[in-house]
């Protein structure tokens, strides 16, 4: 039987306060997004993913795991992981995200 947690942080909460960690160690093309609550762990997972404008989501690059009673992050990938795995990202995508904004400056 799994004990009933009581929420005191919103999914919307939680996938806010990994933005904010997000914005002071990564670049801008980083998004937290799709929190999940994971109860094993008392935390929201959120996923980080690598987002252009014009195109959206390139794929996973890592995730942070925020507490479920405050805004605190309890752990995340390691940033130089998260960096590696967007630049991989990047290059198996580059020339859909180059057209997309090309595109875009062409209208």
Do not use: C
Not at 25 to 41: C, I, M, R, T, W
Not at 54 to 66: H, L
Not at 98 to 105: E, M, N
């Amino acid at each position: 039987m799994v004990p009933q947690l009581a929420l005191q942080l919103t999914a919307l909460e939680a996938q806010s306060a990994a933005n904010g960690f997000l914005l002071d160690n990564l670049p801008d093309s980083y998004l937290a997004v799709e929190p999940q609550l994971d109860s094993a762990k008392q935390a929201w997972r959120v996923k980080v993913v690598l987002t252009y404008p014009f195109i959206g989501s390139v794929g996973e690059a890592g995730e942070v795991f925020v507490s479920l009673n405050s805004e605190q992050i309890l752990s995340h990938t390691p940033v130089a992981e998260i960096r590696e795995r967007g630049r991989q990202l990047y290059e198996q995508n580059r020339e859909a995200i180059q057209t997309a904004f090309s595109q875009a400056t062409n209208q």
